[in-house]
């Protein structure tokens, strides 16, 4: 069984960092090098994106949350701290679902638990259509303009860019058919422990209504909405996310 690349860096409580659509570990390592003095910051790379872009991806939420324990067993790491973005929000919705016990803490960060994102810029079936006509390397690169309030002159963009040019056709075909046949929102009771529901007011990807939805169907939750910031928030003030995040993970 292939399993995930990863970034690893630090020592401390693990604290697993998990990217979303088009994304790779890259795009958390301003989050690596702030965490690392405290946590084990293990960084997947999902299949057909990042450096995980030699696997074939799934096409349902609940195998890539699978592939994402298997990695972790296969490291030893048993109970940890679970960040997930965009994507990777639904993500690590579906692990706190599936094995409650071994998430402590959980942030869920520019996502919501409906896979077919009703507020988004752009329907699913128009981001099939535009990787048709387009390409992948244009329509990651268009995306990816839509994470930043500054679009492409924004200071993260370059990375988002690089990045997502290593996703596979697969990959982004993929993962929007699990978007469409996912709906983690029968499951939110069920996430015990702790939650953080953050969110950036400019998000074009995920309105307010999914925020909203985790916020008041976790029953452990908390929220943090970061004021000027679109949907990779992280980037765009990373002092003040990981500043949110800290104090979270610190309660």
């Not at 929007?176 to 709906?183: M, P």
Request: charged residues 20%; hydrophobic residues 40%; contains cysteine.
């Amino acid at each position: 069984m292939a399993l995930l690349s990863y970034t690893r860096d630090g020592q401390g409580f693990p604290l697993v960092l998990q990217h979303g659509y088009f994304g790779g570990a890259e795009m958390w390592q301003t989050q690596i090098d702030h965490f690392k003095s405290r946590f084990d910051v293990i960084a997947p790379n999902l299949s057909g994106f990042g450096d995980s872009a030699d696997l074939i991806a799934p096409d349902s939420i609940e195998e890539c949350a699978q592939q994402v324990f298997d990695l972790l067993d296969s490291l030893g790491v048993e109970q940890f701290y679970l960040l997930g973005h965009s994507m990777g929000g639904m993500i690590v919705q579906q692990m706190a679902a599936m094995q409650n016990d071994r998430v402590k803490k959980l942030v869920c960060y520019g996502t919501g638990p409906v896979g077919v994102l009703p507020d988004r810029f752009e329907t699913l079936d128009q981001s099939r259509e535009r990787l048709a006509i387009d390409g992948l390397e244009t329509t990651a690169k268009r995306i990816a303009a839509t994470w930043l309030v500054e679009g492409e002159n924004a200071q993260g963009f370059s990375v988002c860019e690089n990045v997502g040019k290593k996703a596979t056709m697969q990959a982004a075909l993929a993962s929007l058919t699990a978007w469409e046949k996912w709906n983690g929102c029968s499951a939110l009771p069920m996430i015990s422990c702790p939650t953080l529901v953050l969110w950036g007011d400019r998000d074009r990807s995920y309105g307010w209504r999914q925020p909203e939805s985790l916020w008041h169907g976790i029953p452990d939750s908390y929220l943090a909405v970061m004021p000027g910031c679109a949907h990779n928030a992280h980037m765009e003030k990373p002092a003040l996310f990981n500043m949110i995040v800290d104090d979270f993970l610190s309660d």
